[in-house]
């Protein structure tokens, strides 16, 4: 088992939890964010697992400021 930490890091460095308690036992799939989160280019978004068998999957979606 593990359980697995997500941080933003904002351009100034400072860290947000969004999530610090997902726990997570072997072959078990959990979608840890339920609503879209907005970042910024200069923003990361980091996952932290206490073991080495996870994997994890972001779907990214890229949005144009000039678009209109």
Avoid: C, H, W, Y
């Avoid at 947000?16 to 990361?44: A, H, R, W, Y």
């Amino acid at each position: 088992s593990a359980v697995v930490k997500v941080t933003l890091t904002n351009a100034a460095g400072t860290a947000f939890v969004i999530d610090n308690d997902v726990s997570l036992t072997s072959g078990q799939k959990e979608q840890v964010l339920t609503e879209p989160l907005i970042m910024e280019e200069s923003e990361i978004l980091k996952v932290q697992a206490s073991s080495g068998a996870v994997d994890v999957v972001a779907s990214i979606l890229e949005i144009n400021r000039e678009d209109k």
